[in-house]
């Protein structure tokens, strides 16, 4: 695995899961792998779970952990060419990231979209000139549009709480009181119908009107303005706000009965309640639920950890 | 042990301190405990000492060592509950705390007073939800009430430096020009309340009117407003300032005669000098005594490694 | 080694190259050397290419690492004596690094000139004392005077792409939009005038009238005024900006005639250019260089690691 961005990095869900899984059951396997191997976690923007995780999941694999927190002023990145930098940015990607490249074996990178310009954002343009100027396999630890070792936690988090051959997920915006990246959102929705592709989920997206999500992420789902018709029989109810992919950026207000409850989960088929974290208590998700059996928020933080080793085993070994 | 957080999470204060020195003269003989284990280390709070100490610890151990520092800004906790978190706080405790517990084997927090409201200072709410939340042992790295790290370490140096079977030990107040927290007093004074009790030490403690401590800290201590008069026959002199207590955070102004300097060493039985530090120099304590030979300081921070190494051998331990 | 600050610091340059380019060839033949050892690296200022490969050659010897920024506001350090400290300033140098080397085996030291008073930089006061008070091996991450690892990094470098037995080297002052400190030309001056007396380059420097460095760091090299002359049968230029030595800390404009392009290239022998980055593109250097084969600026910061371990290793084995 040369590359960790995208649902089209995994020829299988269901492998990499299985994998994954494997090694929650025997976590220093494969400390050998890693040895002398160095992971460089370059954050442009803040970090609570992905980090931790991700460094935890490193030194499962025996290897070396570097972190560089790029967010604060004072190193702002270049990333256009033929420009003269007589201006704010101290450096241009191809040299930040070629020399980053030098120091680690593996490189992952966290970069936040601005929001603003829907065009550049979904260009990836940052990301792909990072992974093409460090020469060295890259991890996305949140993309401007993609957030996929979150998205594989979801989808190992699934298998192992799910009750049926085929659980139905039900994709559940929820308010908030800021505009949100679309990146987690597009992520778990990519992810889901692959696995439906192949046969491991029946995914749903619900959504009020204005916040449907580029297409390029969803084919395949069941698409719905109708929150309670969709949560009928659901297994997993994932829920997440997200701002306006047609009017980028564009928030409409926060609707309430969007918020997920306990009458809301009375619909369901008793469904596992998923959130990426942090989350919002009473305005995206209520209390009762956070606090109640139907949570799998914790565990499914846990996995994260998981879903990090996995990747970067599979980097490893072709590394090796 | 589950959590250090005051003095009454150890049995013998006796015992803690020998096992300590023994750390000491062999700091590397415990390295299969911390084997694969992870220390998270929460900052809310800036810090040297006790970060670099507590980290050099657990590497002495073998273990792992993550850092968050949760201090800046972007990442403000929530930690009341029925509260719709529609404002500023972007994560509940209960969720950052079960997540950071699942990720560490250990976790330390270090979490400053506000200095504003006594009653949710020493409620120690935050620290209380951190504990109970995150559900793996818990060691305080200064608390809104106590810096239990430091008044180990001021106990094991005592130990190492006493020339007299039971020494005299006064705390005396000291000059500052900031508000500062009574944890660093409110600590060392339970540590010695019980040390005596044990028949280590003699102990006094001498502050300016106004400033006496909660006697939830110094039952058994004797107290005194007469610094010159409490100095006599002293072994150790222990300096720190704080604010009041009673009137909460208030600073009356800053009285020179309470500055410690080879006058006032004069009056004392060639007593040995300790400070937490940051120390300010002049203001607080002399440069006089700090570059003299009654001067501790430095062999006092020295010993942090040991306070925080014994603490957590004996929370793997448990963990075995 | 005890302290690793100038080139005086090592007895021939020549050797260091050569045992560093060992290293390089087998970079984990002395994980003994490290073991239970600290490094503990300390940031005044920001650092990218220094943290990362200072931190991989301590973690190629073994060594553990600790990192401490202190570039935050809320830790400013005294560095004056006889001051009462009821100022801004928290801590005294004397104690801070007095701590710090209880904590840590060897120490490195990140420091950057204020460009305002050229006696209290070129005094190097802080390091100096830095040095003192700390009582362990220290070294520089670029001081107010100085960035020898950088300089070490870069005659490693020259060794390892030199086509000629005694390459002409040429230092290029290149223009500008803020005032950059003289440390990196100052030290590469040093560095390249030991390696002249040691029959190794051949050392010329070319800057503007104005930008004249210090003669400390200089006497022996060729220095010219005009840069098409100076760049004739160059093997090496080295590109480089920095502020008035003279009118200390002063710019006099941005010229862009001393940007080096392809057409000055074509001047040379066929020259290999070099820079310590981070890299000001089309102001400083142009793209067609850094893009084209005869820039060296990627292998040059990579060989950062083999400075930093070779000194690492040399300390390591005076502490044995």
Redesign the interface.
């Known amino acids: 695995m040369k590359k960790f961005f995208s649902v089209k990095d995994v020829s299988s869900v269901a492998d990499v899961v299985q994998e994954a899984l494997a090694l929650k059951a025997a ?2 396997d494969n400390q050998d792998l890693g040895q ?1 191997k ?1 992971l ?1 976690l370059v954050f442009l923007n ?1 970090s ?2 992905t ?3 991700t ?2 999941a490193a ?2 694999l025996g290897m ?1 952990v ?1 972190v ?1 927190n ?1 967010d ?1 002023d ?2 702002a990145l ?1 990333t256009q ?7 704010t940015t ?3 990607i ?3 990231a ?3 490249g ?3 074996d593996i490189l992952g990178l966290r970069s936040f979209p601005k929001l603003k310009d829907r065009e550049e954002d979904y260009s990836e343009d940052l990301f792909n000139k990072f992974i093409k100027y460090c020469g060295v396999p890259v991890v996305s630890l949140e993309s401007a549009t993609r957030h996929p070792l979150q998205s594989l936690t979801d989808m190992i988090t699934i298998t192992e709480y799910k009750k049926t051959e085929k659980p139905k997920v039900v994709l559940a915006w929820a308010p908030h ?1 800021k505009a949100l990246p679309q990146a987690v959102p597009n992520s778990f929705a990519e992810w889901m119908c692959k696995a439906q592709e192949e046969g491991l989920v029946d995914f749903t997206i619900a959504q009020p009107m204005g916040y449907e999500l580029s297409e390029e992420f969803t084919a395949g789902a069941t698409i719905s303005n109708n929150l309670e018709e969709s949560l009928k029989n659901a297994d997993f109810v994932y829920v997440k706000n997200w701002s306006s992919y047609q009017e980028y950026g564009e928030v409409y207000g ?1 609707d309430e009965d969007w918020m997920m409850d306990n009458k809301k989960l009375n619909l369901t088929n008793d469904a596992k309640v998923m959130h990426c ?7 995206e998700l209520s ?1 009762e639920i ?2 109640g059996p139907n949570s799998l ?2 565990k499914e ?2 996995n994260r ?1 998981w879903a990090a080793q996995v990747v970067l085993k599979r980097m490893l070994e072709d590394l090796a």
Do not use: F
């Open positions: 976590p220093y002398h160095t460089g803040p609570l779970r980090r931790l995780s460094q935890k030194m499962n070396n570097m560089m790029m604060k004072g190193w270049e060419d033929g420009v003269v930098m007589n201006g101290v450096e241009h191809r040299e930040a070629a020399v980053m030098e120091y680690c009181v926060v974290l942090p989350v919002r208590r009473d305005l209390s956070l606090d928020v914790i933080a846990s950890v």
